[in-house]
């Protein structure tokens, strides 16, 4: 059946983990438990009937959630075959530390080399996490419970442990504000037509396996010979009913530790802006897109896209009305991460317009159409700030607090590794020059030898406010692409050979 034919067609809730849906923000306490396999059989026991918590939403909020993943490196030790394990995408099967010029592309140079990484390279690369997610006061219970299963089959290489969901990340801002809307309805159209406007609402198979993408396509994942799922566990592909979908109902997750370094981001305003308490906030509401409040600079004051309240909508505007960046700044790093921009540059809706957008000839826009369409590179955000208490951050000197930073895709590459790479680490995203993004940047001199230690505020009445010298305010200590399966997937990889 065709993408066009399966539109509409019901999604197997039961079958997707529960963490694609929902961020638990319910549940306040989690921690992440890094495993490596030790007996594969036992391991696979475990694996086959772990509580892995489904999509379907309950009258009653759960009390507890559980969810599994697996590297490439992970199925391999579990025994899975060769051949299965090969067709998921290469950046999976070659892992977050593969090689130079991926820990290139991505930051992990200088003090982010994977070389001084505490889990994520070498012997370790984690083979499974198990999510743990709690309400307050329940997780250590929970946690020891399932350790208990574990023990049989795996070895625990590393706990990650989290701050409570109600607390502002670690510099103090609003954190969780904006997410694409996932379309569970499968309501969008599935045909790859120019979109002239920035949607929200994304298509399932962006972050979700085995439905259309945006370009109305399926991603290419696992489809086997129905001869070698003899069970029957695996449902079968919408677009090849003729194979059993191993991707389908999973997506691919990626996990990275990063450290934030609280007092120096501070330190470092204080002296940007020369002791002016306000003009320190500024500074840092410029670097972030978004006051601590989560209040987005690019919305004027008392206005809200259409909202009653910025703060009642935070999420529904765009930077159409600020091209220069003279509200938010076109390296901010909202507006690095998601510039909110359609396929085509601003323009009218006319045939003739179109074209000369699509030509290129709209030369004002030159620098909007430097930064490709948003909707192909979107991420579903299901990370957790770590080593925060409820006292403000500043507070907390020498504590190691950060972001266990999760995203989920269906498309490493095209999401979370363009994001990082050409948008966060990039050092001319949307023509800018001199600078990467202003909390996650590593500062080192680029590929050309440019610097990238710089971020500018665009002024309306003069030349650009420009910072310089910037520190590095984060560092990457972890890191590894997980594959979270379908739940029946999952229960498949546990007992084929
Ligand atoms: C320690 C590291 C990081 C910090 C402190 C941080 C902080 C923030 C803050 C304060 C926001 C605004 C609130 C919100 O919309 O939720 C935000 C948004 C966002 N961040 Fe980060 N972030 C970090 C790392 C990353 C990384 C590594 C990525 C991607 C590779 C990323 C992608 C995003 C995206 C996609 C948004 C939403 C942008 C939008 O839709 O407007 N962040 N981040």
Aim: charged share 25%; hydrophobic share 40%.
């Amino acid at each position: 059946m065709s993408a066009i034919e399966n539109q509409g067609r019901p999604v197997e809730l039961g079958d997707v983990q529960g963490l694609v849906r929902f961020g638990y923000k319910h549940l306040t306490e989690a921690c992440f438990l890094l495993l490596r396999v030790s007996d594969p059989a036992a391991a696979r026991a475990w694996l086959a009937q772990a509580p892995v918590t489904s999509a379907i939403k309950t009258d009653r909020l759960p009390e507890t959630a559980l969810h599994v993943a697996f590297t490439s490196e992970g199925l391999r030790a579990l025994e899975v075959a060769p051949d299965l394990c090969a067709e998921f995408s290469a950046e999976f099967v070659a892992g977050m530390t593969s090689d130079g010029a991926r820990a290139r592309r991505l930051g992990d140079v200088g003090a982010n080399d994977p070389g001084g990484w505490k889990w994520g390279a070498g012997e370790r690369v984690p083979h499974v996490a198990v999510l743990l997610y709690a309400r307050a006061g329940r997780l250590a219970a929970w946690e020891q419970e399932i350790e208990a299963q574990c023990a049989a089959g795996f070895v625990r290489i590393e706990r990650l442990s989290t701050s409570d969901t109600q607390l502002k990340e670690p510099f103090g801002f609003d954190d969780g504000i904006s997410q694409p809307k996932v379309d569970w309805e499968r309501a969008r159209p599935v045909r790859d037509q120019d979109q002239l406007e920035y949607r929200n609402l994304t298509c399932l198979g962006e972050f979700l396996l085995g439905y259309p993408n945006e370009y109305g396509l399926y991603t290419p994942r696992p489809l086997l010979a129905p001869q070698r799922d003899p069970g029957g566990l695996l449902p079968r592909a919408e677009d090849a009913p003729d194979r059993a979908d191993v991707g389908r109902n999973g997506c691919y997750l990626v996990l990275r530790q990063l450290q934030q370094d609280v007092q120096g981001f501070w330190r470092e305003l204080d002296r940007q802006a020369g002791g002016d308490v306000d003009l320190r906030e500024r500074l840092a509401a410029a670097m972030v897109g978004r006051k601590k409040d989560g209040e987005p600079l690019a919305v004027p004051s008392g206005e809200s896209g259409g909202a009653a309240t910025p703060r009642s909508k935070p999420n529904d505007f765009t930077y159409r009305d600020d091209p220069r960046g003279l509200r938010c700044p076109l390296g901010a790093h909202i507006r690095r991460t998601n510039p909110r921009n359609a396929d085509l540059p601003p323009g009218g809706r006319g045939i003739l317009s179109r074209l000369w957008r699509m030509l290129g000839f709209n030369a004002a826009a030159l620098e909007q159409d430097l930064v490709a369409s948003t909707r192909f590179h979107r991420l579903l955000r299901r990370g957790r700030k770590y080593g925060v208490d409820a006292a403000p951050a500043r507070s907390s000197p020498g504590a190691e607090t950060g972001i266990h930073f999760i995203c989920l895709a269906a498309n490493i590459k095209r999401q979370f590794e363009f994001v990082q790479s050409a948008w966060l680490v990039g050092s001319k995203f949307a023509g800018l020059t001199g600078e990467s993004d202003p909390l996650l940047g590593h500062r080192l001199p680029d590929m050309g030898d440019f610097p990238t230690d710089g971020f500018s505020i665009p002024q309306a009445d003069g030349p650009d406010r420009r910072l310089t010298g910037l520190p590095q305010f984060v560092t990457v200590l972890g890191g590894a692409y997980f594959f979270l399966p379908g739940i029946s997937a999952l229960r498949y990889l546990a007992t084929t050979r």
